[in-house]
Structure formats: structure tokens, C-alpha cells
């Protein structure tokens, strides 16, 4: 009797563990809500200040292991590579709260408007933009560095942000929906490097993140980066099975549905993965669009086939990622940290 009932508690146990829910592996153990359906999750909210005005923010990332599983997010140790560099900001803290050197102006209203394609835009201008000195990872100048996007203050809302609770101190943001090795994977997108693609990521502009090291490099020991694949110019259509890239969503149709090379727990002996994301823009060819070819990309290996079998040509001008099959970067990060895996 005893072992039937350790065995039936075992198995409540692993149903109801954290870090899974219908299916769905959750990565920040911080987590308070993940609805697929819904298309949104729901984090804790920190409050820190800037000068004499509230800032809040969200930790999805940690440079060291033991804050990491402290805090219950991902652990990066691929961000420590950055420090130095004004991708990072140094923060004080008073007691729990920290007082930030930048912040964001929340104000702007975020403008999109379709090119003839879709993909590029006529007109795209992002929601928030950063100040000269921000960007979401901070140091307190003891050489670990923690992603900590801000997402309200005086100014208004993080254009992700679904809903805010300022007493529960909860804040439910958007997710996006991608792949990675045939799987959906989901993460929120926080900040961008890049003016158009801050607007289209209903994220902050944050020019100071592309300092951080590893343009078109996934080194575990000199970038702070990972690789992420934006197809251009898939198939388009609501409802088209096939449906992908980003002159797609531009349309209105649905999520990119990029690409990841890795997720939080692709670790080995030293971990890989980092929410600061390379971008490599991915053109199907003219003759792969005429003859057919042109489907739906779901694993990053399928990418490489069809760069090395011409099919897909680099949309970037930035330098070769060799681990993707000579795929070129765009040159700027995109802070999207990984928070789910179907």
C-alpha cells in the first residue's frame, strides 16, 4: 500500500511540477501564467527607480548559475561576455531596488504600415525608445550581468505588455510564436538594436545592445550572442498552411515564426544560449519561388540546406555565420528570451 501511493504521489507530483503545463515545457520557474491560447505570459513585476520616477522591469536572464535558479529565470552565461562593452549598463542598488542610469520613453505611438509586399515597410516607427544610456542588461560592476528589459514607468507601457498589476506587481506580456528543431517555441521580445525592426517587434529601441560581442558567432567563450533566422519573403496567405517570413507578418497575417539554433536548456558543459539574438534575414530565391520550392522552414538544419543548395541566399550584409551554412548576419540583436518549448 505504502509503495501504490508513492508511486500515485510521484505521478501528481510530476503532472503538476513546475516548468510544465499542457504539454508546454516553461523555462523561468518565475513563471505565474503561460496561456498558449491566449498567446501571453505572465512574470513577476520588479520596481526600481530612475532619478525620482518608478521604473518596472522583468528578469529573464542571469549571467550566474546560482542567481539564475535564485530568481527562477535562464541562466546565460554567455552575457558576461558584454560586460565592458555599452551594451551593459552599471546600476546601483539601494537595499532591494535598483536605481538605473537609463531608461525608456514610452510615449511614442508605434506606426506600421505595410510596404507593397509587406516586407520592407513604407513607414515603421517603434512604440518606446531607450535613452542614451539604456539597455536592458545591467551590472552592479561584480562581474555577473542580469537581463532586465523595463517595460513601464511614468512615460506609459511596454507596447507587449498585456496587462499590469502594479499591486499584485505581476505584468502579462505578449509571446511570439517561432520554431526550433520542428518544435514551436515561444518568447517575448523586449528590445531591438534596430529602428524598423524594433517597430515591427512592438519592442524598445535600444541601439546600446549591438555593442555586445559576436556578430554572426555563437562562441560560448567571446559572444554574448545567438543565432536567430528571419525568412524574408515565405509564403503569405491567412490560413496557408505554408505561411511564413516576415513579409507575412508584416501583413497582418500571423507570426514570423523565426527560427532559433538553440533554446535555455540546450546546455552541454558550457551553455550556449543567450536571449541576445543574431539576426540573419533568409530570401528564398526567384527560382525556388517559381519552381515551387518554397515551404515552410521549421529547423534551422533545413535552413542550411537550402543556403548551401542556393535556394535561399543571405538578405544580411553583415558577416558569415559559418555554423549556418555561411548565412549571413543582418547586424543587430534582437532581446528575445526563450520562455517556452511545445
Known sequence: MKIRMFIFVAIIALAFAPGTTNAVELFLDSTIDFDKAGKTITLPLYKGMYGTDAVFYIITESSDRDLAMHLGVN?????ANALGTYAVQTVRKEGHTVIFKGTVDFSP?????????GFPPAVA???SIGDANYTPLITTGHGVVVNAPQVANSSGVHDSVAYIDYIAMQVTLKVVKGFYHGNEIFYISTDVSDFVNAALEESTFAPNMNAAPGIASGDPETSARAAIVHIVNGQTGVGNTERQGLSSAVLGEGFPLNVTE????????????????NVHPAVWTYEAIVD???ILLDHHDDIIDKVETSLIIS???GPKNHELG???AAGFIVNCPIMALD
Not at 505611438?109 to 509586399?117: A, D, E, F, H
Not at 552541454?268 to 539574438?277: D, V
Open 75 to 79: 541562466w546565460s552565461p554567455k552575457l
Open 109 to 117: 505611438m508605434r506606426v506600421v504600415i505595410p510596404g507593397p509586399k
Open 125 to 127: 516607427k517603434p512604440g
Open 262 to 277: 538553440i533554446h535555455p536548456q540546450n546546455q552541454g558543459e558550457i551553455p550556449t544560449y543567450s536571449p541576445l539574438w
Open 292 to 294: 515551387g520550392d518554397r
Open 315 to 317: 538578405g544580411g550584409m
Open 326 to 328: 555561411g548565412l549571413k
